[in-house]
């Protein structure tokens, strides 16, 4: 498989990141991995927060229906979740291109460039 191809592949399905340290770029591979789960972390805590009452009042016994947790929801969420999940996608979107563009960057320094030939 092209090396740019399993990069992207990586750093696109499986976790950003990935496909930098494939590339040799460890230390930026890493600082992403880092701050994928970062944003992962913040976004657990942002659903516990928002759930938390639903869970004690399923605890005592009471039935809560779709249209109390989606409110419960709308109430606590804020624009929290929205910035983590535009965070995240942008994080994302980065290491994907980031990835196919440093591999295609040393195809090109290894081949040489045309005036070089």
């Known amino acids: 498989m092209n090396l740019n191809l399993k990069a992207a592949l990586l750093s696109g399905l499986v976790l950003p990141g990935l496909g930098q340290i494939v590339n040799g770029k460890k230390l930026k591979g890493f600082t992403l ?22 869970v004690i009042t399923l605890k005592s016994g009471g039935s809560v229906d779709i249209a109390t947790v989606l409110e419960q929801v709308r109430h606590n969420g804020g624009r929290g979740p929205r910035w983590l999940l535009n965070g995240f996608l942008g994080i994302w979107v980065y290491a994907l291109f980031d990835a196919l563009v440093d591999s295609r960057r040393e195809e090109v320094t290894e081949q040489g460039t045309p005036e070089s030939r």
């Open 33 to 54: 991995i880092i701050i994928v789960n970062i944003f992962i972390l913040v976004a657990l805590l942002f659903v516990l927060k928002g759930m938390g009452q639903l």
